[in-house]
């Protein structure tokens, strides 16, 4: 392997239909938020089957948006899971409140639903889930504690585009589902996200709240329409109706988007295809798959992670992260544990003890390439180095 083969960890998959559908973007009078946009929020609370999808320009800003509609007060907590990337951490922070770590579940990697109650208290407004890797949390003793103690369920569907939980569908459940379209995930717009919701206020709200708090959609007052005042005005000025942020999607990423959902069936496909290939061939290693038979589900296949045994092995994680790149393979971590970040350490006192699961499994886990795209003999490679590596 060299540079020009190296395989990459992940990659977009992308073909004719998205550059047309971008060149008409291009050609068109308008490359910003506009109706591009809008047919992709329709065709993706279709896809979801929910009332409302609003785009913005990322999962984070989805998080952070669901999380302030909360407004939360001084101290007020979130529970959320410590196996997660920093925007889940980091939007509970900047919507001012306080993140409370439940440890996760041994077999998916989800929060671990049975510990949730004990860490309930007066201050606690809602759960902040994550359906790592694409295999959905446990949803109905968690809506059973949250209806309980009446708190809001939010759903982080970064990894859990495709995903359902008894057949419906991740994001459906709660308060908002925060999806990402980032350049590595299922569908991607390179940078994106959409926060689904049944709740028409909060769809209202998340319109305004995405576009700096604006009254009305700015791409709006570049059609003619918009020109003419109403009856009886000699103009009708934009209000700001709330503090706002910058947060919406722009047509160019939309219509990317749209080329992308219409392919979403047969790119899972191709995921399932390079998992069971990787089950088959990886099986006998020390390591530890993500799965659960408790209930059931449908996997987006977002991660194809692998978590060292160390009861069967003494090799290191980070010496197969060196090896396989060295290798000429591109892998991932994802992730480690948030309690092991500096600056939550500072300011929540966090430390390897505070989840031990999630410590284990942050320190002995990787992800490896998994995309429609990846050639049969590029995998074929991949599973080579892994047995070869645990072989020696
Ligand atoms: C679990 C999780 N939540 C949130 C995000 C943030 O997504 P985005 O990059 O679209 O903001 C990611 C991104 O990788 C993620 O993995």
Redesign the pocket.
């Known amino acids: 392997m060299n540079k020009h083969n190296f395989i990459q960890y992940g990659k977009p998959y992308y073909g004719s239909e998205e550059d047309k559908q971008v060149k008409k973007v291009l050609n068109s009078n308008w490359i910003g938020t506009g109706p591009i946009s809008q047919k992709f929020e329709k065709n993706f609370s279709e896809y979801k089957k929910v009332n409302y999808a609003k785009s913005l320009n ?4 989805a ?1 952070h948006l669901s999380l302030l509609l909360l407004n939360l007060k001084k101290n007020d907590e979130v529970i959320t899971t410590p196996l ?2 920093a ?2 951490i980091n939007s509970i922070i900047l919507a001012g409140g306080k993140p409370v770590l439940v440890d996760i579940r041994n077999d998916t990697y989800n929060i671990d639903e049975k510990k949730i109650e004990k860490k309930i208290t007066r201050k606690t407004k809602a759960i902040l889930l ?1 359906h ?1 890797g694409g295999i959905p949390c446990d949803m109905d003793p968690i809506i059973k504690i949250a209806n309980k103690y009446n708190l809001k369920i939010i759903e ?1 569907c ?2 859990a585009i495709e995903s359902k939980y008894k057949n419906k569908n991740t994001g459906s459940f709660g308060f908002t589902g ?1 999806f ?3 350049a ?2 299922n569908i991607t717009t390179g ?3 959409m926060l689904i919701c049944k709740d028409k206020n909060i769809a209202k709200k998340i319109e305004i709240m995405r576009l700096h708090g604006l009254s009305r959609d700015a791409w709006k007052r570049y059609m003619p329409q918009e020109k003419i005042p109403k009856a009886g005005l000699v103009w009708d000025h934009y209000d700001i109706k709330y503090v706002g942020l910058k947060y919406n999607m722009i047509d160019i990423n939309a219509a990317l988007g749209i080329s992308q959902l219409k392919k979403i069936t047969s790119m899972l496909k191709e995921r399932n295809k390079l998992v069971k290939e990787y089950n088959k061939h990886l099986k006998h290693l020390p390591v530890f798959f993500q799965n659960t038979n408790s209930y059931k589900f449908k996997n987006a296949h977002h991660l194809f992670t692998i978590v060292l045994d160390k009861k069967r092995t003494k090799k290191k994680r980070d010496y197969l992260l060196r090896y396989l790149n060295e290798e000429g393979i591109g892998v991932g971590v ?1 992730y480690r544990s948030v309690t092991s970040m500096s600056c939550y350490k500072k300011l929540f006192k966090w430390n390897n003890q505070t989840c031990k699961n999630a410590n284990y499994i942050g320190n002995n886990i990787l992800s490896l390439p998994l995309y429609p795209g990846l050639k049969k003999k590029e995998q074929q490679y991949i599973i080579k180095k892994l047995k070869k590596f645990f072989d020696n």
């Open positions: 990322s999962c984070t800003a998080l997660t990337f925007a889940t994550v790592f982080d970064a990894h925060c990402s379209f980032y590595n995930k940078e994106g996200g994802n």
